[in-house]
């Protein structure tokens, strides 16, 4: 298994002080892990999804191209259209050997639960229609907080291992010790700003890079 400097991992911000207010209403930003002291507080880091061990990361890219349909030639000319929006799966195996561990892999599929749906429901008189929340993927550094969208996530509970139960939230919930799961992003650059800040020239020589572009 290889050994990494950081891991992989996806953060949804919007989910960040979601459930923790004060007697107002108002957030209170107790369990923020960007708050200063409450880096490695619980349940503050329930909003970033972090692979438990190093990951298989795949992306395709496409570029479609139309042909010009000439005649009595070998060779048809192709136009360029557009490129495809880059398309980023994840897949790898979770372990679930503590009660700790289990809580925290639990955690991670309410987490993707809760990114593949939108904002609804006559009570949300805030954020009603809004759909699911943008999260911000890094890995290895290639991606560094790249937006991106859950597309599909899959996971498998086997048959042929064992299982630990735990506490979580209003109930008991048990998980595999050891299961694979894969996740599917697609890439969602802001169209606004790509549109001020996109150059080939800036893309290529990497100074886009750490915006978030792929």
């Not at 890219?61 to 880059?86: C, D, K, M």
């Not at 999260?135 to 630990?164: C, E, M, W």
């Amino acid at each position: 298994m290889a050994n990494l400097d950081s891991k992989v991992q996806i953060e949804f911000k919007a989910f960040a002080e979601m459930g923790q207010t004060d007697e107002s209403g108002r957030k209170t930003g107790a369990y923020d892990s960007r708050v200063p002291g409450n880096e490695n507080k619980e349940p503050g880091k329930q909003h970033i999804l972090v692979w438990p061990s190093t990951p298989k990361i795949s992306q395709s890219i496409e570029v479609n191209y139309s042909t010009w349909e000439l005649q009595h030639t070998n060779y048809q000319p192709s136009a360029f259209g557009n490129r495809s929006t880059p398309v980023v799966t994840i897949s790898g195996p979770w372990f679930s050997r503590t009660e700790e561990e289990a809580k925290k892999t639990l955690t991670a599929i309410h987490l993707l639960r809760s990114a593949t749906s939108m904002f609804y429901g006559r009570t949300d008189t805030k954020n009603k229609g809004i759909p699911p929340p943008i999260g911000r993927l890094s890995a290895h550094g290639l991606y560094s907080n790249t937006p991106v969208v859950v597309k599909t996530f899959q996971y498998d509970y086997p048959n042929d291992v064992d299982y630990i139960t735990v506490d979580m939230f209003n109930g008991r919930q048990s998980v595999p010790v050891l299961f694979e799961m894969s996740v599917s992003l697609i890439v969602q650059i802001n169209a606004v700003e790509a549109v001020k800040e996109y150059t080939l020239e800036n893309f290529y020589t990497g100074k886009l890079l750490g915006n978030g572009y792929i």
